[in-house]
Each structure stands twice: as structure tokens, then as C-alpha cells.
């Protein structure tokens, strides 16, 4: 081997994912991170009850086909569950997917700005990642349609959108997955399906059961609060179910995750709390930071893209001070959005203190 930095092309094209946080040096202590969309409130109980007792089975492998946690998916969603499968993340099933169906020579399509693992996905396996506009932060349908050549293979799609929150309604999705080829693969990324209450929403699980080429990913990541674990899971037609499977690790998720997830996703009530306290903190961070001169992308997300355009200050320096105070919120030049910066709905306590110091700021 000549030069061991030196990788296949695709992978030398890759800028490394960088987790959101990662301006922070060590001087500061963190006292809220709100840059990676996780939940401020901890996991159900019942995910914390269902791995207590794991500690004395840590010899044994985990059920290879996920059957338990499965099955909950299935029962509390309504889905079959011989078309689950499951993943150490959801972000491992969209390597999977780029793994099983993009070569050497192929097109990607992903959105302006679609979520980062996609692109790194698609580069890793020699495939080409093709740009389809947005407008508005939105997704824009007619562009990917128009982005579409004899060489595409996947679709890739965050609905509703990170690090936008935007989202497209269940008419939108149908007139995209219609005008999509039938061996053109389209994946609905649906991270926050659960955030989203938009009576038009629909993640895709509909689409699934009539269509050989669509899949639907999930998280327990976000709303259910297990991001620790990494859970992730999709729902597919059985001929994708075949490919992933053939392709997935014997057993790709560990017994904590699957004991956990298959009790968290009943945890109904915590999803139903967590979603008013989301409703709540989006209406009165809108209306504060509206109130300085921060426009906000309207969000169906944990999640709020706020911009400083017309605070005569850049989001470079906004997040500057915020970390000064303990504050992190997600940086946004790894997806060139100009001037804006991602915060992740949090406590109340948090969501208070990020107010009066972006109030603070603007006055500076
Ligand atoms: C967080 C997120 C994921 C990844 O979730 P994991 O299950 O933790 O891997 C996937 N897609 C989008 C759009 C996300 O924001």
C-alpha cells in the first residue's frame, strides 16, 4: 500500500460527519446541549426497568433478528413485522440502503438540505450525490423530479427536514414517489414523525405497503429518548427486507437497545408530554426571538433553525457567546446555511436562559 491516508476516491470526498457541540472547547463547562435534538427529558422509565437486569447476561448475544423489539414496532404502529428491520441507528440502516443499492457510477439525489449521513452514505459507496434546490428551506419536489437521470438509484428524503423542520404534506410525498421510476428506491427519512401533528403529515408507512421501492426509517432517537442506545428502525417491502438483511450484521443491535426500545415504544404518555412541552417552548421562543429581530424557519421539529439576518450580528457570533455562557447550539456551516444556527428545543430552565442571553446579545 502506497500511502494508507489515501482511500477510494468516494471516500476522500467525504468531510467527516462533526457531531453537533464540536466548537466547544474545554474551557467553558456546558451547562445545556441543544445541538443534537435529543430530548431534555431522559428516557421513559420503562426503558431504564426493561436493561436493569441485562448486567447479569453480558455474555450472551443478542436475539439476531431483533424479534422482541420488532414485534412492540409493529403492534404499537400497526406495520407487519416481517418488513421491520432494525438498526444501530437508523443512521446505520441508511448506510445499509446506500450500501445495497448504490455502485460505482450511480446517482443520489438529496436534498439542498438534507440531512449530512446521506451525502457521506452515497460518497462511501463511488456513488454521485445530486443536489435537488429547496425553496424556502422546504423541499421542493418538482426539483428532485427534474433531478432524476437514467443513472439514479436512490431518492433520499428527511421529512419533516433536519436541520430545516420543514416538512412536505402527504400530497406532496405521493406526487414525488409517482413521479419517481418504480426502480428508483425512495427513502423517507422520518426521524421526527412524531413531532410533526400536521393533520396532511404522513410518514410514509402507507406508501411502504403499496410500493416494492419505497422505505420508511425511524428513531428511538429523538422523541423516545435512546439515542444513547442507538435504535433505529424501517419498514419496507419484503424484497428491500431480504436486501438489508442480507447485509446487516448478525446481530446489529444490542440487547440493551432492543430491550429498551420494545419498552419505550409504548411509553405513549411520554411521547404525549414531551410533545405539549415542544408545542409550548416553539410558540414562545417564536414570539421572544421573533421579537429581536431572529427569524425562525417554521419548524415541525424538536428543533428551530433561527436566523440573524436582522439582527445587524452573524450566528457565528451569537453562538461565540452563547458558548461563552454554557450554551451550545448546532453550527450550520457543514450545511452552508448563512447566518443561522439550529437550537434544539430544551428544558424549561434551558429554553429560559437561552432567551434572556440572546436578548442580552442582540443589545450588545
Ligand atoms: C437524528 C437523525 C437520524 C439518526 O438517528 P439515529 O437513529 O440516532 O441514527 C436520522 N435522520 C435524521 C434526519 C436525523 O435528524
Redesign the pocket.
Known amino acids: 500500500m502506497k500511502n494508507p491516508s489515501v482511500a477510494n476516491d468516494g471516500i476522500m470526498k467525504i468531510n467527516a460527519y462533526t457531531p453537533g457541540g464540536a466548537q466547544m472547547g474545554n474551557e467553558v463547562k456546558t451547562l445545556y446541549h441543544l445541538a443534537s435534538?435529543e430530548t431534555p427529558f431522559g428516557a421513559p422509565d420503562e426503558a431504564r426497568t426493561a436493561i436493569a437486569d441485562l448486567a447479569s447476561h453480558l455474555n450472551l448475544y443478542p436475539n439476531g433478528g431483533a424479534l422482541e423489539l420488532r414485534s412492540a414496532i409493529a403492534k404499537r404502529y400497526g406495520l407487519k413485522v416481517g418488513n421491520i428491520v432494525c438498526?444501530n441507528?437508523?443512521?446505520?440502516l441508511?448506510e445499509f440502503i446506500a450500501a445495497a443499492y448504490i455502485g460505482q457510477g450511480d446517482e443520489a439525489i438529496i436534498t439542498e438540505f438534507g440531512?449530512l449521513?446521506y451525502k457521506i452514505a452515497i460518497l462511501a459507496n463511488g456513488g454521485t450525490p445530486v443536489i435537488a434546490k429547496e425553496v424556502d428551506y422546504t423541499v421542493d419536489v418538482d426539483a428532485i423530479l427534474a433531478a432524476v437521470t437514467d443513472k439514479t438509484k436512490v431518492v433520499f428524503l428527511?421529512n419533516p427536514?433536519?436541520p430545516t423542520g420543514t416538512y412536505i404534506n402527504a400530497g406532496e410525498l405521493n406526487r414525488l414517489h409517482k413521479g419517481l421510476r418504480s426502480d428508483i428506491i425512495l427513502v423517507i427519512?422520518s426521524?421526527?414523525a412524531e413531532y410533526c401533528t400536521m393533520a396532511d403529515y404522513n410518514d410514509g408507512a402507507d406508501l411502504v405497503e403499496g410500493n416494492e421501492n419505497v422505505i420508511m426509517?425511524r428513531?428511538?432517537?429523538?422523541i423516545y429518548g435512546l439515542?444513547a442506545l442507538?435504535?433505529?428502525w424501517s419498514y419496507a417491502s419484503d424484497g428491500i427486507v431480504a436486501v438489508l438483511n442480507r447485509i446487516r450484521g448478525p446481530f446489529n443491535v444490542n440487547s440493551a437497545a432492543q430491550a429498551a426500545g420494545a419498552a419505550a415504544i409504548f411509553a405513549d404518555d411520554f411521547v404525549k408530554m414531551s410533545i405539549d412541552h415542544n408545542d409550548k417552548w416553539a410558540g414562545i421562543i417564536k414570539q421572544r426571538l421573533n421579537g429581536l429581530g431572529i427569524n425562525i424557519t417554521p419548524s415541525h421539529t424538536n428543533f428551530l433553525l433561527i436566523h440573524f439576518d436582522e439582527t445587524g450580528k452573524t450566528a457565528e457570533e451569537a453562538d461565540r457567546y452563547l458558548c461563552s455562557q454554557g450554551v451550545v447550539l448546532r453550527r450550520l456551516e457543514p450545511y452552508n446555511i448563512p447566518n443561522a444556527l439550529r437550537y434544539t428545543i430544551g428544558s424549561n430552565e434551558a429554553n429560559e436562559l437561552v432567551l434572556s442571553l440572546l436578548e442580552k446579545f442582540v443589545k450588545l
Do not use: C, H, I, P
Open positions: 435534538n438498526g441507528g437508523s443512521d446505520e441508511l440531512f449521513v428527511a427536514g433536519n427519512d426521524a421526527y426509517t428513531t428511538m432517537s429523538k439515542a442507538r435504535v433505529g
